[in-house]
């Protein structure tokens, strides 16, 4: 059995406010980006070498990265292959991945800016092509395909294409594949890291040129995605995730250990509880310590709380709610049984927030309808969740009668001399007949 003693943490503690800040310097974006500067380096260097030298690049790349030697001819995976990997999907995991499908586009199409009509003052138009990340390295993750895509396929985007890195001989896990080809998207290609976004960003000889790249994946896709920012849009900082658990005195320590141990495994993964009950936080740590040794992924789950989490306990139930709108969390869930509501309330920083007992991070992670691509290490203070309005842009209308533009030509006119721009005065001048 595992002890995690050392995750524990009081206010009464001599070294409280050390802990704290460590736990803090872990998960911020600021220390991420001053400390990395040699990561986001190389991915600088690859990225603008794929716009140079296009596939070359990108072959030798995943030669050197995932040990995959391909020809460009290679890169994209055969509708054969997608088709057989739909075919060898079980009846049941369809089922269920329908059902997901479902609940997504629903929420995805109901919250879609798009769809409301703003005639006369905004036009919304989908991206034409989006790229989308699916990782795939320490774990394939099907079910991003679900969450990228569905709300892609929401706004109406015409052409997605996927990328995901390649496994042994080059393959891509089969339940990827299969779950693409059920969405109807047919181009995938087996490339990962900062090569393939920067191949999505710039176009190659056989892969062309998205609009925006989005999803999840580790540190080289997320700085890549920083760094095609410009020639392609790009959407949060999705990177390894976290959750922030607030609880009250009569929370389910077993549940909590749970939700806790359900973001470590993801490896790199944290779990961090904030409570102001003493003997709640002391038996969410046995409970944790007693499931993780009970898990699949139980040694890479243990460094991660170790690493990344905490159980953190301080004064109040105020001290609660600031701490948890100062860490700005990826997945907040507030476990304050009835009052679950109106403490969620308070909340202005979470990319998700999953209220009361019976809404754990996996409910969101699969199912609920919300993509589970959501910003992470403190970003959800600016950034918001992946979703359908992503996938759309819009233009301005400007669409003036002679009526309105007389009405505002003196203002117009004031405003052009004021910079010296007499073209733009004279525009306005020449149309109501004022021009000299
Ligand atoms: N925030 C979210 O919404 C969300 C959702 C799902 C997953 N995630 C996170 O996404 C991440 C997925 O990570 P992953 O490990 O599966 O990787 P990945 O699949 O995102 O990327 C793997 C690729 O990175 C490149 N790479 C690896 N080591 C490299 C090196 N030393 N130099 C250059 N390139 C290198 C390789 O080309 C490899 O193919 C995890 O952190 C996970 O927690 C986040
Ligand atoms: N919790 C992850 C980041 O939000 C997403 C995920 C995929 N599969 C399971 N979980
Ligand atoms: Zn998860």
Redesign the pocket.
């Known amino acids: 059995m595992y002890n995690f003693s050392s995750i524990l943490t009081s206010w009464k503690d001599s070294d409280f406010d050390d802990k704290l800040a460590r736990l803090r310097r872990e998960h911020s974006m600021t220390e991420y980006l001053l400390h990395n500067q040699d990561?986001a380096g190389?991915?600088r260097d690859?990225v603008m070498d794929v716009g140079r030298r296009g596939d070359k690049a990108v072959c030798e790349?995943?030669e050197?990265?995932?040990n995959i030697r391909f020809e460009p001819s290679e890169l994209r995976v055969s509708e054969e292959a997608m088709h057989v990997s739909h075919e060898h999907l079980p009846e049941s995991l369809l089922h269920s991945m329908r059902r997901s499908i479902e609940n997504v586009r629903d929420y995805q199409s109901r919250i879609f800016v798009g769809s409301c009509s703003q005639e006369g003052t905004v036009k919304y138009t989908p991206l034409k092509r989006a790229g989308l990340?699916?990782?795939?390295?320490?774990?394939?993750?099907p079910s991003?395909v679900i969450?990228t895509a569905v709300p892609a396929i929401a706004a109406g985007v015409e052409q997605i294409a996927v990328i995901?890195?390649?496994r042994f001989e080059g393959s891509i896990h089969p339940v990827i594949l299969g779950l693409c080809w059920e969405l109807g998207i047919s181009e995938v290609y087996r490339?990962?890291?900062?090569?393939?976004v920067a191949a999505l960003a710039w176009g190659t000889e056989t892969i062309p040129k998205v609009d925006k790249i989005a999803?999840?994946?580790?540190?080289?896709?997320?700085l890549a995605k920083k760094e095609v920012f410009g020639l392609v849009d790009m959407d949060?900082f999705?990177?390894?995730?976290d959750v922030l658990i607030m609880a009250d005195e009569n929370a389910n320590p077993s549940w909590i250990a749970a939700d806790m141990l359900s973001q470590a495994e993801?490896?790199?993964?944290a779990g961090i509880v904030v409570t102001y009950s003493e003997s709640l936080a002391r038996e969410v740590v046995s409970e944790v310590e007693a499931q993780c040794s009970r898990l699949s992924r139980s040694s890479e789950t243990a460094e991660c709380l170790e690493k990344y989490s905490a159980v953190v306990v301080v004064e109040d139930e105020k001290a609660v709610i600031d701490f948890a709108n100062n860490f700005a969390a990826?997945h907040l869930e507030v476990q304050f049984g009835r009052r679950s509501r109106e403490i969620a309330e308070k909340i202005q920083n979470a990319?998700a927030i999953f209220v009361g007992p019976y809404s754990p991070v996996a409910a969101g992670d699969y199912f609920a309808g919300p993509?589970?691509?959501?910003?992470?290490r403190q970003s959800s203070k600016y950034f918001s969740p992946?979703s359908s309005n992503d996938f759309v842009k819009s233009s301005s209308i400007i669409d003036f009668s002679e009526k309105m533009l007389s009405e505002g030509a003196d203002d117009i006119i004031r405003l052009a001399e004021i910079e010296g721009l007499d073209a733009h005065a004279k525009s306005v001048k020449i149309r109501l007949g004022k021009a000299d």
């Open positions: 990561i190389r991915v690859v790349y995943t050197r990265f995932d990340c699916i990782p795939g390295a320490s774990a394939p993750l991003t969450m995901s890195p390649p490339i990962g890291g900062a090569q393939a999803g999840p994946g580790n540190d080289y896709v997320q949060s999705a990177g390894p995730s993801h490896n790199p993964g990826e990319g993509s589970h691509t959501l910003p992470t992946l």
